[in-house]
């Protein structure tokens, strides 16, 4: 089948079939843009930059390879994640974009906090604290799968929401690094170089005042197909 000529297409073909990356930044979308490359950043350091420290700061807790503790934990945190990941939508609904974002960030920090600067030998307590990193921590990837579709046109939602996560992949290769600069300034501590760079949850905190609930001309032609009471409880 013939291509259209570009000629015969019309405004609104011609703006559809367009170069998306650069619509992303128009004076529309860049405050959008800005905003979900801080939470997608904050999210993706978060777990790959913190996170990622948990299995070799035990092994220097139990001082061997630590298989079993090591997956116990793995098992707790996995589970939390789940959990938070089956509760977000129902968040986000009753509480609000907003509030959401806030409580996971919020709770990620006060957990990351609380687990490498109290947690001194492997232990129950340890396994707790890993269960609720993992629920919080998990958490923000579920709501930014709710919230970033609500932001974007159909057409740039992919392109969007690559771009952050693209960015958040570089901040946290960034933020690893540092850490690992950190561990070596103090003397080998992975305790310490992780609390210290779980502090990126506050990009999260403070971007997270700044959500909005979608417009609602963008919320109606984003969830069309549903059905108009389900759309004015997304909507509000």
Known sequence: MDKKPRQELSDKEVELLSFGLPQIFNHQNIGKTILVTALASTAIVGFWAVLSWIPPWI?????????????????????????????????????????????????????????????????????????????????????????????????????????????GRLAAAAAAILGGQLISAFNGSYAMAAACVSLFYLVGIVASAFIKTPKEDLLHDNYHLLPQPLIETVVN
């Open 59 to 167: 092994n220097q807790l139990v001082g061997t390879a630590a298989v079993n503790e090591r997956s116990i934990v793995a098992i707790s945190l996995n589970i939390g994640g789940i959990i938070s990941a089956l509760l977000a939508g129902s968040m986000v609904i009753k509480f609000g974009r907003r509030a959401s974002f806030c409580f996971c960030f919020l709770g990620a920090l006060i957990c990351c906090l609380g687990t490498f600067l109290t947690t001194n030998s492997y232990s129950n307590a340890l396994i707790v604290w890993t269960f609720f990193i993992g629920f919080f921590a998990v958490m923000a990837f579920s709501l930014l799968f709710i919230y970033v579709p609500e932001l974007f046109e159909t057409k740039l939602r992919a392109t969007a929401f690559g771009f952050c996560i693209q960015i």
